[in-house]
């Protein structure tokens, strides 16, 4: 545990960008070995250039806030504040769980619940949602605006937890890799998707979550551990296979893959949710 504390407390800006380069890297060779979806039926060379714009954005919003990260570690370990401060006499490994669980929940699984249910929050990350071929590349295509709403939450969720900064890059090293991991579009066997969901968000379990109508797409909300979603009553299972990709109010394709339509969104008029006649099963 030493070990690792010691790396996450000054993790190379490097070592950051390989694991983000890496990480797609892999999972795209592993979607081309063995996609639930077919990759012929589109111009995936324009969808991942499309999401690694929003990529990048996301990068710079980050980087140009993260002297708050800092900031804020820095306030929790000086004044004591946050479950792991008030733990000091716990296990390192029991603490370091807790934390961890708790940056997952309030930094991914509670913006992303508000972000659905908060109509000016969503209008900004429904641009992640109108992606009609959620892959690996998807993770990360998120409008600036939204990824300064989850740093903000981010930052929330450092002090809940009392983080300190190697907690911080633990936690984001491993959000990063899983939301690689849970956006990709990978048939995986029934039987390791049945072992690892039930502790982590695996494909198959976050994919309805881009399903394109509501109450799918309200369902499924975690991004490191599949057991929130469970607790809060918003798990659900379905047949991956009869999922279709987007969101009902901007199915239009030249609206889902125009970079400066997508970035206008959370500027235009709202667009209220279709109301469908007849409830669909999956």
């Known amino acids: 545990m030493d070990t690792i504390i010691t790396y996450f407390s000054a993790m190379?800006?490097?070592?950051?960008?390989?694991?983000?380069?890496?990480?797609?890297?892999?999972?795209?060779?592993?979607?081309?070995?063995?996609?639930?979806?077919?990759i012929k039926k589109y111009n995936r060379v324009k969808h991942?250039?499309?999401?690694?714009?929003?990529t990048f954005t996301t990068i710079l919003v980050n980087l140009s806030m993260a002297f708050?990260?800092?900031m804020t570690a820095q306030w929790v370990a000086t004044s004591g504040f946050g479950v792991m401060n008030w733990m000091s006499g716990a296990p390192v490994v029991l603490t370091a769980l807790v934390g961890l669980m708790l940056m997952d929940?309030?930094?991914?699984?509670?913006?992303?619940?508000?972000?659905?249910h908060v109509t000016w929050m969503w209008k900004f990350h429904l641009i992640h949602h109108t992606d009609q071929h959620v892959d690996t590349t998807s993770a990360n295509r998120h409008h600036p605006g939204e990824s300064v709403i989850r740093f903000v939450f981010t930052l929330v969720a450092i002090m809940v937890a009392g983080a300190p900064v190697w907690m911080i890059?633990?936690?984001?090293?491993?959000?990063?890799?899983?939301?690689?991991?849970?956006?990709?579009?990978?048939?995986?066997?029934?039987?390791?998707?049945?072992?690892?969901?039930?502790?982590?968000?695996t494909p198959n379990m976050h994919r309805v979550h881009h399903h394109y109508r509501q109450p799918y797409s309200d369902t499924n909300y975690g991004n490191?551990?599949?057991?929130?979603?469970?607790?809060?009553?918003?798990?659900?299972?379905?047949?991956?296979?009869?999922?279709?990709?987007?969101v009902d109010t901007h199915m239009d394709k030249?609206?889902?893959?125009?970079?400066?339509?997508?970035?206008k969104i959370p500027f235009l008029p709202y667009r209220p949710t279709i109301e469908y006649e007849e409830e669909e099963k999956l």
């Open 12 to 38: 190379p800006t490097t070592h950051r960008s390989a694991l983000l380069i890496g990480g797609l890297a892999i999972f795209l060779l592993i979607e081309n070995a063995a996609p639930l979806f077919s």
């Open 48 to 54: 991942t250039g499309l999401n690694i714009f929003f």
């Open 68 to 70: 708050l990260l800092v």
């Open 105 to 116: 929940l309030v930094g991914a699984w509670l913006v992303h619940y508000i972000e659905h």
């Open 169 to 201: 890059f633990l936690y984001q090293s491993l959000s990063l890799v899983m939301t690689q991991f849970n956006h990709s579009n990978v048939a995986m066997p029934k039987w390791l998707d049945d072992a690892l969901v039930l502790v982590l968000c």
């Open 224 to 246: 490191i551990f599949s057991f929130w979603d469970r607790i809060f009553g918003t798990y659900v299972v379905v047949d991956n296979k009869k999922l279709i990709y987007g």
């Open 254 to 263: 030249h609206e889902a893959n125009n970079i400066g339509y997508l970035l």
